[in-house]
T-cell receptor, first 114, second 113 residues
C-alpha cells in the first residue's frame, strides 16, 4: 500500500539554527512530492513540489527539499530558522497516474526557541 | 476573493444534529476537494469534484456524509446525525485542474458535544 512517513512528531530548534524535516514514502514508482506548511488556524500552504528534473527543489520562505530515489525520501531543509517558521509541516505524495488525491503524512510540529 | 474561503470557521454542535460546511473555491478552479483532519493526524481525503464529472466519493466514511457542488462554484459538505468522532477540522481545497496544485482554505473546526 502507498504510504508516507514523517518519523518526527515534534522538532524543536533554536532560532537561527538549521532545520531538516524527514519524509519517507512507499510507492510503486516515483510519485509527485510536496511539502505543505500549516500555521495555527490556517489552511495548508504549498512550500514546494517535485515533479521531475533537478532533485534539489527550492521553495518559498527559504525552504528547499531534496529527492533521493535510493532512500525514498524527500526531506525538507532550511539553513536558518526564524521564529515565524513555527508551524505544522506536512509531506504529501501523489501518484503519476491513476488517483489525483495526495496521501499526506501525519505532520511534524516545529517549535522554535528564541 | 483571492483564495479558498470556508464558513463557518468554527462550529459547535450537539450529537445527533446535522451540520453544513461551506467552501468557496478560487474562481476558475474546476476541481474542489474536501479533507478531514483529526487532531494529531494527517489529512484524510473525503470527496472531490471535477467540472461536470461525477464526484469521487470514495473517501466518505459513512452515508451520514454527503457533499454537493453547484457548477464550478460553492460546495457544501453535510454531516447528518453528527457523532463525537466527527469532531475534526474540515479542509477544502481547489485546483485549476485535477492534475494541478491544490490550494487550501483555512478550514472549519467542528466540535460535536
Amino acid at each position: 500500500a502507498q504510504s508516507v512517513t514523517q518519523p518526527d512528531i515534534h522538532i524543536t530548534v533554536s532560532e537561527g539554527a538549521s532545520l531538516e524535516l524527514r519524509c519517507n514514502y512507499s510507492y510503486g514508482a516515483t510519485p509527485y512530492l510536496f511539502w505543505y506548511v500549516q500555521s495555527p488556524g490556517q489552511g495548508l500552504q504549498l512550500l514546494l513540489k517535485y515533479f521531475s528534473g533537478d532533485t534539489l527543489v527550492q521553495g518559498i520562505k527559504g525552504f528547499e527539499a531534496e529527492f533521493k530515489r535510493s532512500q525514498s525520501s524527500f526531506n525538507l531543509r532550511k539553513p536558518s530558522v526564524h521564529w515565524s517558521d513555527a508551524a505544522e509541516y506536512f509531506c504529501a505524495v501523489r501518484s503519476r497516474g491513476g488517483s489525483y488525491i495526495p496521501t499526506f503524512g501525519r505532520g511534524t510540529s516545529l517549535i522554535v526557541h528564541p | 476573493g483571492a483564495g479558498v474561503s470556508q464558513s463557518p470557521s468554527n462550529k459547535v454542535t450537539e450529537k445527533g444534529k446535522d451540520v453544513e460546511l461551506r467552501c468557496d473555491p478560487i474562481s476558475g478552479h474546476t476541481a474542489l476537494y474536501w479533507y478531514r483532519q483529526r487532531l494529531g493526524q494527517g489529512l484524510e481525503f473525503l470527496i472531490y469534484f471535477q467540472g461536470n464529472s461525477a464526484p469521487d466519493k470514495s473517501g466518505l466514511p459513512s452515508d451520514r456524509f454527503s457533499a454537493e457542488r453547484t457548477g464550478e462554484s460553492v460546495s457544501t459538505l453535510t454531516i447528518q446525525r453528527t457523532q463525537q468522532e466527527d469532531s475534526a477540522v474540515y479542509l477544502c481545497a481547489s485546483s485549476l485542474e485535477l492534475t494541478d496544485t491544490q490550494y487550501f482554505g483555512p478550514g472549519t473546526r467542528l466540535t460535536v458535544l
